[in-house]
């Protein structure tokens, strides 16, 4: 069942355009974790070299959602979230973790660290929560 849900989500990221843009990739998704990477190039980065903050933001934000509709069912869309930039990133890829915190019928309250990884190292750069929400199937 969980290769099967891997593949649902590596579906729907690559029917994103901005997704596809950033070159993101699901690499695992289940109701306990999802990972979300996006390989860094010079595109991605601001004046002084670092990750844009921005892009750290779209992976947050992608792992937020994709955890809660891993409890909440496929249609579901950010409602809020906040995130915490804790230092500037600096590597060769983003690795951003997300997973529920809470769930009820209709929403669920998820958090997601962000990562950089520059070689074989990993460091923290920013963390994030946030409120997922169902949607109707118009």
């Known amino acids: 069942m969980s290769n099967e849900i891997l593949e649902m989500g590596k579906q729907a990221v690559e029917s994103q355009p901005f997704s596809r843009l950033l070159g993101a990739q699901l690499t695992d998704f289940n109701q306990s ?18 990750v844009h903050g921005g892009v750290i ?3 947050a934000d992608n792992a937020l959602t994709f955890a809660g509709g891993s409890v909440l069912g496929p249609n579901v869309l950010t409602s ?9 990133a600096v590597g060769d890829l983003l690795i951003a973790r997300g997973s529920v915190i809470s ?12 990562f950089i990884r520059n070689g074989t190292e990993e460091k923290m750069c920013a963390t994030a929560q946030g409120t997922i ?3 109707a199937g118009d």
């Not at 999802?34 to 002084?48: R, S, Y």
């Not at 019928?105 to 660290?113: E, G, L, N």
């Open 33 to 50: 974790e999802v990972v979300l990477e996006v390989p860094i190039t010079e595109d991605l980065l601001q004046q002084n070299g670092f």
């Open 57 to 59: 933001s779209y992976a």
């Open 80 to 88: 809020e979230y906040k995130i915490n930039y804790l230092k500037p």
């Open 103 to 114: 769930a009820g019928k209709r929403q669920a309250v998820c958090r997601c660290d962000v």
């Open 133 to 135: 929400v169902t949607v």
